[in-house]
């Protein structure tokens, strides 16, 4: 079996287990089960990712997503013991048309210019760590790096503040 | 590596968004409306990789990565304001919180 063909399959495979696992999350009712699919959508994007020539970016898509915002999102499902969404009586079918009307418009929009287009392939594509860092590192890119420093800090002491018990009673 | 499969991976990011857009209506608990939106961060994450294959330019990965920042920041503050309003409000259905509807 040829490479290309084996890295075709493989990305089909691991689309469609994306693809999947975000339609049950948004099918499930219970918010954990929920974290649990986007994990897998999260872990297959990253094998999709790494499959389009990008080792870098799959390796940073592991360890943030995967490992540090599921994490927090569980963790706060888990504090909260959040329980299954109820139904609302009478209300749901409306907002469910709606989503479905905004989906479909959404897919019409955007695949009529998608299936339009020929995307090119660019000959000798190297992103490994080493080039993304060259072009991150020596570019005018440096000053939005460090600004992003900022940034993490700032939510950093945000969050603490926002979830702060109040000492006062 | 055939442009197909370029082609197909935009496919894939479109899906990926429509799926999140579509799950921030239906679903009524906050947590769940939040990962939504993670998932179209990640779909938007996916074009830019495919662009990136596409033309050979690398600035694309430099764009996740800024995309990636910003989402763990968004994710962190974001969880911080919802356990806060839990706090005062007892329930994460997004009904509840009307206090600025008119």
Known sequence: MSIALFQAILFYVFGALALGAALVMVAQRNPTYSAFALIVTLVSLSAVFGLLGSPFIAALQIIVYAGAIMVLFLFVLMLLNVRTEVRAPGEGRVFKLVAIGFGALLVGEIGSVLVAARPALAGGFDASARQVARLLFETQYLYVFEATSILILASLVGAIALAKRDPSP | ?102
């Open chain 2, 1 to 102: 590596m055939s442009p197909t499969l370029i082609q197909h991976a935009l496919l894939l990011s479109l899906a990926l968004f429509a799926i999140g857009v579509v799950g921030v209506f239906l679903r009524r608990n906050v947590i769940t409306v939040f990962m939504c939106i993670e998932l179209m961060l990640n779909a938007g994450n996916l074009a830019f990789i495919a662009f990136s294959r596409a033309w050979g330019n690398l600035e694309g990965q430099v764009l996740v990565f800024f995309v990636l920042t910003v989402a763990a920041a968004e994710a962190a503050v974001g969880l911080a304001i919802i356990i806060s309003i839990h706090r005062h409000k007892d329930t994460l259905d997004v009904d509840a919180f009307n206090l600025m509807k008119w």
